[in-house]
């Protein structure tokens, strides 16, 4: 694959994705763009069960012409409870019914787990791991093979919301599904960003660029505007109908360009008891310690995780489409 020159060396990156069409536009960028490596891509049930995530996950790097990066199959289900799809957003195939041409080569032999592993033992420098998806297969690989945090310089991830859910009125999708398997993320001890419902919903393509990618030249790029037509995250009443929603593609954003996003450390759990408010990220924005703390109630403090609180969707969208667009 051909990179344009960067000044810096790119950063290694590996994608654990539920693909899911805004799981695909991740996937554009981070093949696109100069200061993102992609060295592996693991697949997780999700928005549509594993082999659909594993087919439309190749389907898409094919299309964008990248056929030699290793992808493997994943988790089929949470830890816990059983897959619960989200096909009513992301079309019956998980990816917007496209109608793209199935994959020519099949994932490779190992279980994502093993290639999470290898790729990040083998990686000179620390790896920055990116979920846009339930966390299961990266709960899997923590308690499997714990060696792997010494080689994890970031987790970006896609999950979690400081104000409202969209799976439920507190909890956000990727949390939702599988909750255990985010605490358990949570607790990695690596450094995280948690890019999570308030920003990813904001970060938005006006419809004259979907439009525009939609007649692309560039088979990349024109997927990209297939796939923002069909906008899943597009926020609900947008002025634009047109518009389409970055959606996951916004965290790989985040490791290409930090500065784009506002975060603060804060300590962030997971609800885990069954009920309403099972999935929620509990966010603590207290400015001191509350009765509890003072009774000493409460368990201690959780290691805090860099919250996104506000995102510059214009340099976000400026440079999705300068990657991606062709
Ligand atoms: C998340 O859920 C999925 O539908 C999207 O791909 C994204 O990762 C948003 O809640
Ligand atoms: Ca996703």
Redesign the pocket.
Known sequence: MTRASSPRQPIPVILDC?T????ALALLFALRHPGVDLRAVTCVA??TDVDGVVRNTLTVLEQAGAPDIPVARGAERPLIEPARS?RH??GHDGMGDLELPDPTRAPCDVPAVALLRREILASPRPVTLVP??PLTNIALLLRTHPEVVGNIGRIVF??GAVAAG??TPVA???VWHDPEAAAILLTAGVPITMYG?DV?QRVVVPGAQVRRLRSAADPAARLAGRLLAHR??APEGHRDPEAGGL??AGAVCAVADPAGLTTRPLPVEVCLAPGPARGQTVVDLRARPGESEVHGAGDAAPRPVDVALDVDVERYVALYLAAVGG
């Open positions: 539920d899911g069409v805004d799981d999700g928005n989200a957003v992301h846009t998806a896609m999950g969209n799976a956000e999708f990727n419902l990813f899943p995250a959606g996951d």
